[in-house]
């Protein structure tokens, strides 16, 4: 493997294999939290890829999670700032995960090699496919677990995924279920052991990257733009309804019992 890109304090690393690039979320002792540094390491990580060397890009987490969701302070603060800072600000945030992988010219194969889990499968949601780990959990906790309405393009790619029931299944309960399941029901492209994860991803992204690279990259181009009709109009809809939630005191709640894993107490109705 060879050194091909990495930031400081290597919030996101990337190296080579072959003409495969692999990006790597590299939070382990947070489970990958997605945070607004985050955000821009990952896109300065996809802009620093040389398409004459790149051909396919793997994402991934480092340690056991691909992502388990927003970062708690970065939470905690929407409760603080009025609903219409927080409309802005949600917009940036979703567009700083999901521009660098829908904008990339190169196609995206996520490799959820564990946990994916709110905003997490939401950024695993926006790759071109998805290799997952079959006891992975996954799951859009946003209403069971920080009380909010689903964002970061959950709403829009989910249906387009698995389709409306089992996308308002998932939703609107907001329960985690396996990778065996979420693949099962049409988001994944496989379900693999952990230890198949990275190779199989790997594999379908050289796939990719044997066939021609200026026909591969238009299709890819191609079917994202047919595929993100509206799309503006659906973050801008979910900021809206998540900043709403953020003035709740379940909102509150919600993020507390979380950090606390313990059962919230809802009081809003």
Request: glycine share 8%; hydrophobic share 55%.
């Amino acid at each position: 493997m060879r050194r091909l890109f990495s930031t400081a304090p290597r919030l996101v690393t990337t190296h080579m294999m072959k003409t495969v690039a692999v990006v790597t979320l590299n939070c382990p002792s947070k489970l990958n939290a997605l945070s607004e540094s985050l955000g821009a390491a990952l896109g300065a990580a996809f802009a620093s890829l040389d398409p004459r060397l790149v051909h396919a890009v793997v994402l991934t987490g480092a340690g056991a999670a691909f992502s388990a969701g927003g970062d708690f302070d970065f939470l905690r603060a929407r409760a603080k700032a009025p609903p219409a800072a927080n409309v802005a600000t949600m917009v940036s945030f979703y567009k700083r995960f999901l521009l660098p992988l829908r904008r990339c010219p190169l196609p995206v194969v996520a490799a959820v090699n564990g946990a994916a889990v709110g905003a997490g499968a939401c950024l695993a949601s926006a790759a071109d496919a998805r290799v997952v780990v079959a006891d992975a959990k996954v799951g859009w906790t946003f209403t069971s677990g920080v009380a909010i309405h689903p964002g970061m393009g959950a709403t829009f790619y989910l249906p387009k995924l698995v389709g409306p029931s089992a996308a308002a299944a998932l939703l609107l309960g907001g329960q985690l279920v396996t990778g065996a399941r979420a693949a099962a029901l049409g988001w994944g492209e496989e379900a693999v052991d952990a230890g198949a994860c990275m190779e199989r991803a790997v594999a379908l992204a050289a796939q990719w990257a044997a066939a021609a690279p200026l026909a591969v990259r238009a299709t890819a181009t191609t079917l994202r733009a047919a595929a993100d009709v509206g799309l503006d109009a659906a973050l801008q809809r979910e900021a809206e309804a998540q900043a709403a939630c953020y003035a709740g005191a379940d909102f509150v709640e919600g993020v507390e019992s979380v950090a606390a894993k313990r059962r919230p107490t809802w009081t809003q109705y």
